[in-house]
């Protein structure tokens, strides 16, 4: 079965510094997505930055960028310029390629950015 | 366009109440999936649907639990004869047909079973 780790539960940044959270994750499949998404108070899960596992080339979507370790099954998020309305929790979640799979996410990182 | 809609935001149930969730899919998404989300965890999966078809059920976690989508579009996840174990938030999410496989989120709805 795969399962995600978040080690993190909590980590704290000041306003415009940069911050990394953690994930790891464990499946015997090859070919897979790994994904970020952040979860406000509002409860809405919003896609932060999508990889898929076969391309090298780590993401990036504007003040966000990730650190794709394939072998050591890492994936970490990278936040830069942190703002106050990054504050939120983080998710990691895979999916393998199969159609129809859900996604497991890990158990979250609560991000509180100071100003 | 319009995104995933859930209703209701809130519901409160009386322990043995049976109670219905419903999920706005985004228009023209063919997947379909529910989670549930305890507090302070990560979403876990529930059931998936293609069209209409219930092609996963292996995360609802008793057979009180009961999802349909008969006509391929609105989804509706309920639960009967509620228990306290129950409360949790119910994450809808859809997905259009497609290679990147990214699921759309509704703001889902905190069950409390009192």
């Known amino acids: 079965a795969q399962t995600v780790t978040q080690s993190q539960p909590e980590m704290s940044v000041q306003e415009a510094e940069t911050v990394t959270l953690s994930c790891t994750y464990d499946t015997s499949e090859s070919d897979y997505y790994l994904f970020w998404y952040k979860q406000p108070p509002s409860r809405q899960m919003i896609l932060v930055i999508r990889?898929?596992?076969?391309?090298?080339q780590n993401a990036t979507e504007n003040r966000f960028s990730v650190n794709f370790q394939k072998a050591a099954k890492s994936f970490s998020l990278k936040i830069s310029d942190s703002q106050l309305g990054d504050a939120a929790m983080y998710f990691c979640a895979y999916n393998p390629k199969t159609s129809g799979s859900r996604l497991t996410f890990g158990e979250g990182t609560q991000l509180t950015v100071n100003p | 366009g319009a995104g995933v809609s859930q209703s209701p935001r809130y519901k409160v149930a009386k322990r043995g109440q049976d109670v219905a969730l419903r999920c706005d899919p985004i228009s023209g998404h063919v997947s379909l999936f529910w989670y549930q989300q305890a507090l302070g965890q990560g979403p876990e999966f529930l059931t998936y649907f293609q069209n209409e078809a219930q092609l996963d059920k292996s995360g609802l976690p008793s057979d009180r639990f009961f999802a349909e989508r008969p006509e391929g579009s609105v989804s509706t996840l309920k639960i009967q004869r509620t228990q306290q174990e129950d409360s949790a938030v119910y994450l809808c999410a859809s997905r259009p047909d497609g290679d990147k496989n990214i699921q759309y989120f509704g703001a889902g709805t905190r069950l409390s079973v009192l």
């Open positions: 990889q898929e596992a076969y391309k090298q």
